[in-house]
């Protein structure tokens, strides 16, 4: 079985700030996919970035960088020069490569301070 | 081309009455797949859709509740005898084409429905 765990249920950070959001997993899987999503007030969701287990080279969008540990099984988010429309919860979430279904986490709630 | 539509975005019913949400996939898509997410909490798999085929219904509970996805027209999530405990937000997110080909891994989400259940 597949679990994914984010430990903070809440963070903030000033504008203009960087801060991270950790996520750990467990599996007995070798290839699979990561992914954080963002659900703003509308509950929308919305990819953020995704890493693809295979590679060792961590993600990047713009501002949102990822730190993939496979052997810590470890995926935290790193959002940098934090905006107001930051705010939000952000899923972190797995999928094996020959699934169909995301694992999600329970979510942190962060906050951008003006 | 249009994103992936739900509707209603919000539905109220009494207990015992049926629900009925529909999902529109992106152009293209002929999988759908929909997902629960109870207040505070994350979002849980609960089917997997092809063109009139339930892939994996693994985390619908056996009663009470029904998908589909038809030939022609929307994928349908059906709740009957709807209960309190079924209050919450119901996502729809499609896919292209299944295998090994790049995207399949990407879901794109719907706006999801609102079910408050009085």
């Known amino acids: 079985a597949q679990t994914v765990t984010q430990s903070q249920p809440e963070m903030s950070v000033q504008e203009a700030e960087t801060v991270t959001l950790s996520c750990t997993y467990d599996?007995?899987?070798?290839?699979?996919?990561l992914f954080w999503y963002k659900q703003p007030p509308s509950r929308q969701m919305i990819l953020v970035i995704r890493?693809?287990?295979?590679?060792?080279q961590n993600a990047t969008e713009n501002r949102f960088s990822v730190n993939f540990q496979k052997a810590a099984k470890s995926f935290s988010l790193k959002i940098s020069d934090s905006q107001l429309g930051d705010t939000a919860m952000y899923f972190c979430?797995?999928?094996?490569?020959?699934?169909?279904?995301?694992?999600f986490g329970t979510g942190t709630s962060l906050t951008v301070i003006p | 081309n249009a994103g992936v539509m739900q509707n209603p975005r919000h539905l109220v019913r009494r207990r015992g009455q049926e629900a009925r949400l529909r999902c529109s996939p992106m152009k293209g898509h002929s999988h759908v797949y929909w997902y629960r997410q109870l207040p505070e909490e994350g979002l849980k798999f609960m089917v997997y859709l092809q063109k009139e085929n339930i892939i994996d219904e693994s985390g619908m509970p056996k009663e009470r509740f029904s998908a589909e996805f038809p030939k022609e027209g929307p994928s349908i999530l059906r709740i009957q005898q709807v209960v309190r405990g079924d209050s919450a937000a119901y996502f729809c997110?499609?896919?292209?084409?299944?295998?090994?080909?790049?995207?399949?891994?990407?879901?794109?989400f719907g706006p999801g429905t609102r079910l408050l259940v009085l």
């Open positions: 997110a499609s896919s292209p084409l299944a295998g090994a080909r790049p995207g399949r891994e990407t879901q794109y």
């Open positions: 979430a797995f999928m094996k490569r020959t699934g169909n279904q995301f694992y």
């Open positions: 599996t007995s899987e070798s290839n699979y996919y």
């Open positions: 890493q693809e287990a295979y590679k060792q």
